[in-house]
């Protein structure tokens, strides 16, 4: 079973919508979690950390569910500059990476 | 946040040859490094993780005599591809994790811009 699980998508959406991630992990014992965003032929960059108490970053949330081992990344009012592959991220002891979901903004 | 750069970041070479990234951290000092290859289309792969002072851990399937790993310094981590293929044409990254205090896990990891290595 892999370590995290992504949907891939893609995800093409309107701007102005609202549009949610989800990510799985397997081993309970993973310790930090993350979202970062890779644009194309671009290295990582971090969005945000994710905590059990959830986070809010303008117009991103990030949720973690420890009992459900489940990540979640709300986008509200896509932007064209949104466009990009999202990564889930957890950590225990080295860096687990999803398989990234692809969002596309349409015009 | 931290920076970290990587060298260089597009290579172009024959197959048989032997290819160097180099990996620093600029702004503070990383006893670990981790390597990471990603294919087009497909997400980050660990490769390794670099240790200052102490032999690298390889993933599974990662040969350790193909992909040379030296941890010079605290601030600088090589990676050589020897005798590269057409196959090992990839996305090469390098990351510095920053640890968590009093923990073993890491709050943040900043990662180089990436090496583009084709092996015609």
């Known amino acids: 079973r892999k370590e995290v699980e992504q949907d891939p998508g893609p995800f093409n959406v309107p701007e102005g919508a609202t549009v949610a991630f989800n990510c799985t992990y397997s081993?309970?014992?993973?310790?930090?979690f993350f979202w970062y965003r890779q644009d194309c032929r671009k290295e990582p960059k971090l969005l945000m950390s994710?905590?059990?108490s959830g986070n809010e970053d303008g117009r991103f949330t990030a949720q973690l569910n420890r009992a459900s081992q489940y990540i979640s990344l709300l986008i509200r009012d896509s932007k064209l500059s949104d466009s990009a592959t999202y990564l889930c991220?957890?950590?225990?002891?080295?860096?687990?990476f999803g398989t990234g979901t692809s969002l596309t903004v349409i015009p | 946040g931290a920076v970290v750069s990587q060298h260089p970041s597009r290579v172009i070479c024959k197959s048989g040859t032997s290819v160097k990234i180099e990996c620093r951290s600029l702004?503070?000092?990383?006893?670990?490094m981790f390597w990471y290859r990603q294919f087009p289309k497909q997400s980050l792969m660990l490769m390794a993780t670099?240790?200052?002072?102490?032999?690298?851990?390889?993933e599974q399937g990662v040969e350790k005599d193909k992909f040379l790993i030296n941890h010079a310094s605290l601030t600088l981590s090589t990676l050589t591809v020897t005798s590269a293929h057409p196959e090992d044409s990839s996305f090469y990254i390098c990351?510095?994790?920053?640890?968590?205090?009093?923990?073993?896990?890491?709050?943040?990891?900043?990662f180089g811009p990436g090496t583009r290595l084709t092996v015609l």
């Open positions: 994710v905590y059990s």
């Open positions: 991220v957890v950590n225990r002891n080295q860096f687990y």
């Open positions: 990351s510095a994790p920053l640890g968590l205090a009093g923990t073993s896990s890491y709050n943040e990891q900043f």
């Open positions: 702004d503070f000092q990383a006893t670990t």
């Open positions: 670099s240790n200052e002072g102490s032999k690298a851990t390889y």
């Open positions: 081993n309970s014992a993973s310790q930090s």
